[in-house]
């Protein structure tokens, strides 16, 4: 039947061509959601894009770490609407062979950010919400993926709640601000030696509890690289120890290094804290 | 019986004493460093020809690490920007280094006759030139002065969202340009970019 051998050489040649990078395969989904249906006129609700990853695949934190590239998202709304600032739930880390070390997302990832609607809004109008995302997906190979999103948000009376148990378990993800009251810990960065072309420094955190699984990740702004990062927890003391260098021939303003440390409180549930650290002492 | 004892017991005292000397490399981490002298190698081309970095002992020679799979590098070659520099850059010796693990020299061999490449892939699919030099991304440039000494390591440039098109800050090219004018090179060091070295495990 020669037929049927010519029909599996040109499935063996599609299959291999499409892997090999010709036709890629989309392995992330994007949808812009609203944790309402309708808007009422001086309210803030919150849009997000819901990325849902396949399997083995993961996409990246703001800082992507060592490899690949942040998820990034810009949204678009009229312009007497407030757009907030993203928020990044809490990462996790990919370790590969080479002592790559890189934070993402895998599964799904909800990035989202509040909006203010402006107190005068015209009933009977329709909100037009943008967003445009990009990413990189990464598994053995790594695909770049964009979506260009709508969602078309009636004005009315009284907002009409939608979404909100898919907000707020996310809302919980996010790593949170050190308070006045309960803190699962008090912390402080020691300044280590210091040769010409980097500084050395250490954070100590002092846990009210012995905490499970201590990460921590850095978001450097583009001038400054963090790296030899080394992680200690003995009983309730995280030691964190890490050179930071500013890049040679950039200029950097900067003093301040923000990161989040991330644990598993008493109860199994993961959390995080955001740490923001001086480094010019 | 007792010689499949002592056989397999040697067999596993090789291995111990094998994959200890490996992590023992791999904790003591890469060896290349901006102002040191860079690591020599010897690794096959996609021909199979040798080509070690002491064949060119009085020469400038950047290393870049690719990757065929690499979207990043795939945005690069066909946007001609590593061949442009290779071609403008006559007296530099380019070299293009593969140290994705799954592949093989077929597949160097089929992107240097895609691209019509005048310099050559080498084949580090083990990845060990790879780990010492601490090749992080696809790509990864490294520069070596007629000296032998490493003055650049990082990105290509300052683009990689690929969004800049032509305005991209192309590090290598101005690394190249100093160094050719005789002054430091002022950009010795920056975050690559890219996806993530491919080593085995």
Known sequence: MPWLFVLLCLFTFTFTFSVRGEELPKSVQAELLANVAKIKAGDAFMVGVLLKIDAGWHIYWKNPGDSGLPTSIKFNLPDEFVTGKLNWPIPIKFTRPGNIVDFGYEDSLLLWTVVEAPHELNEDSAIPVHAEVSWLSCQEVCIPGQAKLELILPVAESAEIENSKLFSEWEKRLAVDLGPDTNPFVWRVERGMDDKKSSAYTIFIDWDFIPGRVEWFPSPDSALEIDSTLLATEAKQTRITFNAKILTGQKSFLEVLESVVAYTDQEGKRKGINLVMRLNE | ???????????????????????????????????????????ED????????????????VLEWMNPDCPFVQRHYKAKTMTTLAEQ?????????????????????????????SYPILDDNPGKVGRVYGAKTTPHMFIIDKSGILVYQGAIDDD????????????????LEEIQAGRAVTVSQTKPYGCSVKYAN
């Open chain 2, 46 to 61: 996609q021909s199979g020809s040798i080509v070690s970095l002491s064949d060119f002992g009085d020469k400038m020679v």
């Open chain 2, 89 to 117: 850059y006559g007296d530099v010796v380019w070299i293009a280094i593969n140290s994705t693990h799954y592949m093989t020299k077929e597949d160097d061999k089929t992107w240097v006759e895609k691209y019509n490449l």
């Open chain 2, 1 to 43: 019986m007792g010689n499949v004892l002592s056989i397999v017991t040697s067999m596993l005292v090789t291995l111990v004493v094998f994959s200890q000397f490996n992590s023992w490399v791999e904790a003591k981490g890469p060896v290349a460093a901006v102002g040191s002298a860079a690591p020599g190698f010897t690794l």
């Open chain 2, 160 to 175: 990689p969202g690929g969004s800049k098109k032509g305005n991209a800050l192309n590090y290598v090219n101005k690394a």
